[in-house]
């Protein structure tokens, strides 16, 4: 879905993912046209509430200065870093990482600058997480496409951990209906929430809706086996 196009940039929104993508088509002309691209997609971002941001950025080619930095800091790095780790989203291999992909063009300088934002001179910003770059698009979805909520791992831990699997299997249809069943299983298969929704044909945000209500499911009940047919 594209919800924002200008000179220099366009942005679409993967809903089933609540992912960004931000597509500079050419660099802006002046910092302020930069500035101007970038105050929308930090809107869009916090409007959407989304959880992933990926960008290509290969043409893109804007001079950072100090001030530019701090700019880009205090107006779309800390709000939106904050939005995301609202639901303390954190990467499979738990690096200091957020869920930000960078496709990296040609100008190494100022890709290096970029990675300075979550490292900045405010020492009052408490969270020290990079964007993570690479060097085309397809691994930096496939290395999006992993993420996972600390919601949804601490569920697959509580489920490894059940006493009793055997004894307890057969009140796993009182709890837990069909449907989350299903996506439970995948879950302990490894699968991501994409993954997930794309095997039942459902929206990302259905997945997690469904992990919330089974969390809350097994948290009123005892340990239970929910990996039982």
Known sequence: MLLY???FLKIHLEHQYERCILEWLASPTSVELFKE???QYTEIALTFHTKQALWLQQKLDVKM???LIMWLEENMNKPIIENILKDNFYP?????NYPVALVLGQKEYNLLQLSRLTNGRDK???IEKMPRFFDNEKDARAWLDKWRSFQEVE???LVLKTENPISQSERVTEVLTKREK???QYKLQGKAPKEIADLMNISINTVRTHWK???KKINVKSSINVVGD
């Open 155 to 157: 569920l697959e831990s």
């Open 92 to 96: 499979l291999d738990c690096n200091q």
């Open 182 to 184: 299903e996506i439970v």
């Open 65 to 67: 200065d100090n001030d």
């Open 5 to 7: 196009s200008s000179d």
């Open 37 to 39: 691209d970038i105050k």
């Open 213 to 215: 209500n089974i969390k």
């Open 124 to 126: 009052s910003m408490t």
